[in-house]
């Protein structure tokens, strides 16, 4: 296939309303600054459960003077990330003090370079450094929604193209992902710009260099996403010459390369190195996580297929359903157009989901790079139902497509808001509980924490009927803020959470809207849940035995 009929096809779906390229990417910049400016309005979420360590990272190297990290459970393109929040300050110290003395020791002491270390570790301890160290990987998660737009230009028109785009830069999941201290987003990031390259060498024909560099560096930022080299390989087979060793053996040297000077202390710490891999082989495959562990196989496949579609593109069921309805079509459309490429596009996905079907710990985070391919095939396939469409109705089915956005934005907006009105103690969680019970408690009852029981009889002066605090009694649902579990207000497990992963559980919150409670119910920043008290009978019963 080449770029050029590709091209008119795009254009020939977009002639109904006209756009000219320099218009698109004004466009496209627009959705590439909402996105950043909602995201940096979000960054002082709280705390995140690993960003402490990354922070830890940085002060090793400044105090032990290097740059390897001395942990590899991650490979290393995040602790270069996290090292590079620090480059301002690194490299405008003044080493003046570095002086050396002549060989008989003639000349001024030497200070030597622990002023420049002291410097540089009270900027890193510095609580605004990891707001800092949020802002650069918010910047290089922002590379998801270009590298989106490229891949879906390469057969699409511009409006389909912004469309996937677009779906990126206001996905909820996408958004506070891309403001935590961590490897997925910026992997999903390089697995955006590795699409492109990859259709790119498919239509050439060409070079499959780059697409195996960005591999390589990919697997440098997630040992998984070695799984890119599965379309590499079939690319490999079906193009001509087809099967040219030398043409394979670069590819696979080129992405070795990457991986490494990504990651030198595979080579430069190799025991360390296979140490960390292994621990974290044995944590997914066969120890677990609390409140993450899951069964392997259809259990864990059931959850992620549920995420994927019915969160990842919205927070609104319905819409993420739509799109992953559109999806699907476009991922028909594109096989009956395309095989090759076609399989190219859909093996990484189906390949991550079933890999990780076979692990013990369900983390959504590990499934953000499907959202690129999540994107571009339902970009392809609202391009591919408004074709067969005329008139009114493909405008209706371009305006629906303009909502998923529109709902989508708004969603975003919201959730930045209510972080910032958090921080800035604006909000009273407990009077936005007693009103939403007001309207919507009916005749169910609820079951309080002892804590939040407290809390809400202080502003009543008085018990309600329908409160309940007694663990034993029966109730509809329970109130209770997250962190109170692992404090003791409820009976404690041995990790001291409920079980994690929990779609359909959650009736309402009150508090910033930082993270998707359902999916990472351990999450300790402030905020009161409701939810159904099934959920949280099993976590008593369990302690009652146990105690």
């Known amino acids: 296939m080449t770029e050029e009929p590709s091209r008119a096809t795009g254009a020939a779906e977009s002639a109904r309303v006209p756009l000219s390229d320099r218009a698109a990417w004004l466009l496209l910049l627009i959705s590439l600054a909402w996105f950043l400016w909602t995201g940096a309005r979000g960054l002082d979420f709280g705390e995140h459960w690993d960003e402490g360590f990354q922070v830890r990272l940085v002060e090793r190297s400044i105090e032990e003077e290097t740059l390897l990290p001395d942990w590899y459970n991650y490979p290393s393109v995040s602790y270069w990330l996290a090292l590079a929040a620090i480059a301002p300050e690194a490299l405008g110290a003044d ?39 949020r802002g650069v990987f918010l910047c290089v998660s922002a590379l998801a929604i270009l590298g989106v737009y490229s891949a879906t230009r390469r057969r699409g028109g511009p409006w389909e193209s912004l469309f996937a785009a677009g779906l990126i830069a206001t996905s909820w999941e996408v958004s506070y992902h891309a403001r935590w201290v961590a490897p997925d987003m910026i992997l999903a990031a390089l697995v955006a710009l590795y699409m492109v390259s990859l259709l790119r060498a498919y239509e ?20 998984t996403a070695g799984l890119l080299l599965l379309p590499i390989l079939l690319l490999w087979w079906r193009t001509p010459p087809e099967r040219d060793p030398k043409r394979l053996v670069g590819s696979l040297a080129a992405f070795t390369a990457s991986f490494l000077a990504s990651t030198p ?50 927070p609104y069921a319905p819409v993420a359903l739509l799109v992953s309805f559109l999806a699907l079509v476009g991922a028909f459309h594109s096989w009956r157009r395309d095989p090759v490429e076609a399989a190219l596009l859909l093996l990484v996905p189906v390949s991550w989901v079933l890999f990780f079907s076979t692990q013990k710990v369900l983390f959504v985070r590990n499934l953000l790079p499907i959202a690129p391919f999540l994107a571009l095939f339902a970009a392809r396939g609202l391009s591919a139902l408004g074709r067969s469409m005329t008139g009114r109705a493909r405008t209706a089915l371009g305006l629906i497509g303009a909502s998923i956005l529109a709902v989508n934005a708004a969603w975003g907006w919201e959730a930045s808001s209510s972080i910032g009105a958090r921080r800035a103690e604006t909000r009273d969680d407990v009077a936005a509980l007693m009103s939403w019970i007001e309207r919507e408690r009916g005749d169910r009852t609820l079951f309080f924490s002892e804590p939040l029981a407290r809390e ?92």
């Open 95 to 133: 080493y003046s003090g570095m002086k050396t003395r002549g060989p008989l020791g003639i000349g001024e002491p030497v200070q030597g370079i622990a002023p420049v270390k002291q410097e540089l570790t009270q900027v890193a301890r510095d609580p605004n450094f990891l707001l800092r160290m």
């Open 265 to 314: 202390g595979a080579v430069l710490q190799p025991l360390r190195f296979w140490r960390d891999v292994a621990f974290e082989r044995f944590h997914y495959g066969e120890a677990g996580h609390y409140g993450f562990g899951v069964d392997a196989g259809l259990e864990h496949l059931g959850l992620m297929m549920r995420w994927i579609s019915t969160a990842l593109a919205s």
């Open 456 to 547: 809400v009889y202080a502003l009543l002066g008085e018990q309600p009927d329908w409160m309940i605090v007694d663990q034993g009694a029966t109730a509809d649902l329970a109130a209770f803020r997250p962190a109170e579990v692992a404090i003791g207000a409820f009976p404690r497990d041995p990790a001291g959470t409920l079980e994690s992963n929990l779609p359909g559980a959650l009736v309402t919150s009150f508090g910033p809207l930082e993270v998707n409670w359902e999916w990472y119910t351990t999450w300790r920043e402030p905020r009161i849940v409701v939810i159904q008290r099934r959920y949280l009978e099993p976590l008593q019963k369990k302690q009652a035995s146990e105690g």
């Open 204 to 223: 050439s024909k060409g070079c499959l260099l780059s697409t195996a560099l960005l591999a390589g560096l990919a697997t440098g930022t997630k040992y």
